[in-house]
């Protein structure tokens, strides 16, 4: 085997450890469930991008991005995939979440790092493939918005802690 062959394999392991372990189940807990079977989460998602910002000053916001597979999209399995990653990235207390179900939606290292202009969007596919984001404000409260039906604008929000946003406070 090849050592670019052998890099590829073992960062698809990497790869694959990183989807499939469910967040704060230790390497023994994964291997085996109580029926003696090996775990095996029942959507599958990958984790694109973790990043860390401080814009404000003195608060810190992790900034994540998440592609699930689009079959797995519903209200239940946002609801599991949100509380996962929310106790996978316990700090700091403020994250964000983008959730995408097309690769076409998320961008490529070379766009991420391109200069952007202010006001202009590209249209990827979200008029198509439905998404959802995932707030935990640094207060203790936690939702998440969703598109219920791919091609729709109209938002859906779940509360998982706390209160939601100030805008359906109102």
């Known amino acids: 085997m090849k050592i670019q062959e052998m890099l590829k394999a073992a960062m698809l392991l990497g790869?694959?450890?990183?989807?499939?372990?469910?967040?704060g189940a230790?390497?023994?807990?994964?291997?085996?469930t109580s029926s003696g079977k090996q775990y095996r989460s029942p959507f599958r998602y990958v984790v694109v991008s973790n990043e860390l910002s401080s814009r404000r000053s003195n608060q810190q916001?992790?900034?994540?991005e998440i592609l699930l597979d689009e079959e797995a999209f519903s209200p239940n399995n946002l609801r599991e995939l949100?509380?996962?990653v929310s106790h996978r990235f316990k700090k700091p207390k403020r994250l964000d979440v983008q959730l995408y179900t097309s690769l076409k939606d998320v961008e490529t290292p070379e766009e991420r790092e391109a200069p952007k202009m202010s006001g202009i969007s590209d249209v990827?596919?979200?008029?198509?493939?439905?998404?959802?984001?995932?707030?935990r404000d640094?207060?203790?409260n936690e939702w998440?918005?969703?598109?219920?039906?791919?091609?729709?604008t109209e938002m859906k929000t779940v509360i998982l802690k706390g209160r939601g946003p100030q805008i359906l406070r109102r």
């Open 15 to 23: 790869l694959l450890f990183v989807v499939a372990t469910p967040a």
């Open 26 to 32: 230790s390497v023994k807990q994964m291997s085996q």
């Open 61 to 64: 916001i992790r900034y994540v």
């Open 82 to 84: 949100f509380k996962l």
């Open 124 to 135: 990827g596919s979200s008029e198509i493939h439905p998404q959802a984001f995932f707030i």
């Open 138 to 140: 640094g207060k203790g």
């Open 144 to 152: 998440f918005s969703y598109n219920a039906e791919a091609g729709s």
